[in-house]
């Protein structure tokens, strides 16, 4: 057991308040030697708070931090660095007209004489930490060029380059399949085995059951509980995380009409994807499972008018549909909740309301920028309330708010247009569990409505636990198989997905 080793880490009695917020209140923990703990909660329950704490990015009002017994004071993320400290934020930040090698070791270049930089060191460097991940990068490429999980890796690598004593990873397997995740996970047991302690902050409780060694819940700013990962079950744990116990929701069942949403024939892009035909009727739900590169978000590219050079032929309510870009499939009632919510779903500087009125300009707002009437803003705080977005001001900038509820804003602005066809991208990303069981009896609620609903996921529970009426499976750009909702169970999703 490795909670036997010295204590590395101790953080006593932190708090930190925002304006009518308290985002931490009195919160205490210490990390050992070689041990994984794992942070849950809801969105808002501070987690991101106290990780950016220890990152130097916030200041504690309150509370003192001991690394190896000596009280240390960070106050900016280089005093975080000059302690040990390397993290894995839920956040991309990256520059990306850089290379790998440059984003990994931003701001800690090794240079040469006269400060040029040494890249063939950095370079080496890199290389070998992705042979002991198995990681596939060409560390000459701009970050812009890479795929969302290859930036994620990207930004794993840059946690491991420096000499690190203590790693926070924040949702580190959001856009990670499920090989890199197993691979990440040997990597993070191999370095917490040499001494490294690690905080593993997710909403995965699996993730968390299998990773960690002791487990911390925060709730509302406060610490409500903390121990082993023996002593709690996943039913336990939950209550602990929400605050009430857990009903096994069974979600509205949605009557098939007869009418067709979508039908896609044959369609076909170069090394993406094979001949995909499917079709989506009324009050359906379809799920599409896949690895990384299997094309199931290519699939949504296309539908959503994001990619336009492709073979094959679509329909839309029985009339033919090839958007030319993303306004073309909104203007005949196709929405996407993308992967990427952070640079495809919002512009962060904006406020909520603003981003709300994206895909309805023309029919909110007058000339000179206002808002035509009360009308949208009543609209607009009645969807929130539905969706159970925390937020303080409807005029606040959304990056004020928890990646969970930045999500839920994504959705909101589509629940104010008119849709017949939404798309979810990984739905559920950064989205803790409480708030997940309300999204799944959402789109199930939807489709009662009469909405086709596509829900494309890399989580194979998460395809399980919303029982979608058919699972379409994914391999290498092609179907590899159809699940009707009584079909669908881990093993026979595997079986379609690894070529059985």
Same mark, same amino acid.
């Given at each position: 057991?490795k *909670?036997?080793?010295?204590? $590395? #880490?101790?953080?006593?009695?932190i708090?930190?308040?925002?304006?009518?917020v308290k985002?931490l209140?009195?919160?205490?923990?210490? @990390?050992?030697e070689? +041990?994984?703990?794992g942070l849950?909660?809801?969105?808002g329950?501070?987690?991101?708070t106290?990780?950016?704490i220890l990152? =130097?990015?916030y200041?504690?009002v309150?509370g003192r931090?001991?690394?190896?017994?000596?009280e240390?004071y960070?106050?900016y993320?280089w005093d975080?660095?000059?302690?040990?400290l390397?993290?894995v934020?839920?956040?991309l930040?990256?520059?990306?007209?850089f290379?790998?090698?440059?984003n990994?070791?931003?701001?800690?270049?090794?240079?040469k004489?006269l400060g040029?930089?040494d890249k063939?060191?950095m &370079?080496?460097r890199?290389e070998?930490?992705c042979?002991?991940?198995?990681?596939?990068?060409?560390?000459?490429?701009s970050?812009?060029n #890479?795929?969302i999980?290859?930036?994620w890796?990207?930004?794993?690598?840059r946690a491991?380059?420096?000499n690190m004593q203590i790693?926070?990873?924040d949702e580190?397997?959001a856009a990670l399949?499920?090989?890199?995740?197993?691979?990440?996970?040997e990597?993070?047991?191999?370095?917490?085995?040499?001494?490294?302690?690690i905080?593993?902050?997710?909403?995965?409780?699996n993730e968390i059951?299998k990773l960690?060694?002791?487990?911390?819940?925060l709730?509302? *700013?406060k610490?409500v509980y903390?121990?082993?990962?023996?002593k709690?079950?996943r039913?336990e744990?939950i209550?602990?995380?929400?605050?009430?116990?857990?009903?096994?929701?069974i979600?509205?069942?949605s009557?098939?009409?007869?009418?067709?949403i979508?039908?896609?024939?044959? @369609?076909s892009?170069?090394n993406?994807?094979?001949?995909?035909?499917?079709?989506? &009727?009324?009050? +359906? $739900?379809?799920?599409?499972y =896949? #690895? !990384?590169g299997?094309?199931?978000t290519e699939?949504?590219?296309?539908?959503? *008018?994001?990619r336009?050079?492709?073979?094959?032929s679509?329909t @839309?309510?029985?009339k033919?549909?090839k958007p030319?870009?993303?306004?073309?499939a909104?203007?005949v009632?196709?929405?996407l909740?993308p992967?990427? &919510?952070?640079?495809?779903?919002?512009?962060? &500087?904006y406020?909520i309301?603003?981003?709300?009125?994206?895909p309805?300009l023309?029919q909110y707002?007058?000339?000179? *920028?206002?808002f035509?009437?009360?009308?949208?803003?009543t609209?607009?705080?009645k969807?929130?309330?539905?969706?159970?977005?925390?937020?303080?001001?409807?005029?606040?900038?959304? +990056? @004020?708010l928890?990646?969970?509820? !930045?999500?839920?804003?994504?959705?909101?602005?589509? #629940?104010?247009?008119?849709?017949?066809?939404l798309?979810?991208?990984?739905?559920?990303v950064?989205?803790?569990v409480?708030?997940?069981r309300?999204l799944?009896?959402l789109?199930?609620?939807l489709?009662?409505?009469g909405? =086709?609903?596509?829900v $494309?996921s890399?989580d194979?529970?998460?395809m399980?636990?919303i029982n979608?009426?058919k699972?379409?499976?994914m391999?290498?750009g092609?179907?590899?198989?159809?699940l009707?909702?009584e079909?669908?169970d881990?093993?026979?999703?595997l079986?379609l997905?690894?070529?059985?």
């Amino acid at each position: 057991m490795k *909670g036997n080793g010295k204590v $590395i #880490l101790e953080m006593q009695g932190i708090s930190k308040s925002f304006p009518g917020v308290k985002a931490l209140d009195n919160v205490s923990l210490t @990390l050992k030697e070689g +041990e994984i703990i794992g942070l849950v909660g809801e969105n808002g329950a501070g987690k991101s708070t106290l990780v950016k704490i220890l990152a =130097g990015i916030y200041r504690p009002v309150q509370g003192r931090i001991f690394i190896n017994d000596s009280e240390v004071y960070l106050n900016y993320p280089w005093d975080a660095s000059k302690y040990g400290l390397a993290f894995v934020h839920q956040q991309l930040n990256m520059v990306p007209v850089f290379d790998v090698v440059d984003n990994a070791y931003l701001g800690r270049w090794i240079t040469k004489q006269l400060g040029v930089c040494d890249k063939t060191t950095m &370079r080496k460097r890199i290389e070998e930490i992705c042979k002991s991940f198995n990681f596939s990068l060409d560390t000459t490429m701009s970050i812009k060029n #890479l795929s969302i999980s290859d930036q994620w890796m990207v930004q794993i690598i840059r946690a491991f380059v420096k000499n690190m004593q203590i790693l926070v990873m924040d949702e580190p397997t959001a856009a990670l399949s499920d090989e890199e995740v197993q691979l990440l996970f040997e990597t993070v047991q191999k370095i917490s085995k040499q001494g490294t302690a690690i905080i593993y902050v997710s909403h995965k409780l699996n993730e968390i059951f299998k990773l960690c060694d002791r487990i911390i819940v925060l709730r509302d *700013g406060k610490k409500v509980y903390e121990g082993l990962k023996e002593k709690i079950s996943r039913i336990e744990l939950i209550t602990k995380i929400i605050g009430e116990e857990r009903k096994e929701s069974i979600f509205p069942v949605s009557e098939i009409g007869k009418n067709t949403i979508i039908e896609v024939e044959n @369609l076909s892009i170069p090394n993406k994807l094979k001949e995909v035909t499917f079709n989506l &009727r009324e009050g +359906e $739900i379809l799920g599409v499972y =896949g #690895l !990384q590169g299997s094309g199931r978000t290519e699939v949504a590219e296309v539908l959503f *008018g994001i990619r336009t050079q492709y073979e094959g032929s679509m329909t @839309l309510m029985g009339k033919p549909f090839k958007p030319c870009n993303p306004a073309d499939a909104v203007s005949v009632g196709v929405a996407l909740v993308p992967e990427d &919510r952070m640079n495809q779903g919002l512009i962060l &500087r904006y406020s909520i309301l603003d981003n709300l009125a994206l895909p309805n300009l023309l029919q909110y707002v007058a000339k000179f *920028g206002y808002f035509k009437d009360q009308k949208f803003r009543t609209n607009a705080v009645k969807i929130m309330k539905k969706l159970k977005v925390s937020y303080r001001k409807i005029e606040d900038s959304v +990056e @004020l708010l928890s990646g969970g509820n !930045q999500q839920k804003v994504v959705l909101s602005k589509w #629940l104010m247009k008119n849709f017949v066809l939404l798309i979810f991208d990984e739905p559920t990303v950064g989205v803790d569990v409480g708030a997940r069981r309300h999204l799944y009896y959402l789109i199930h609620s939807l489709a009662i409505k009469g909405h =086709g609903i596509i829900v $494309i996921s890399s989580d194979i529970e998460e395809m399980i636990e919303i029982n979608p009426n058919k699972v379409m499976v994914m391999r290498e750009g092609a179907i590899s198989g159809f699940l009707q909702s009584e079909q669908i169970d881990r093993g026979r999703i595997l079986n379609l997905c690894y070529g059985g």
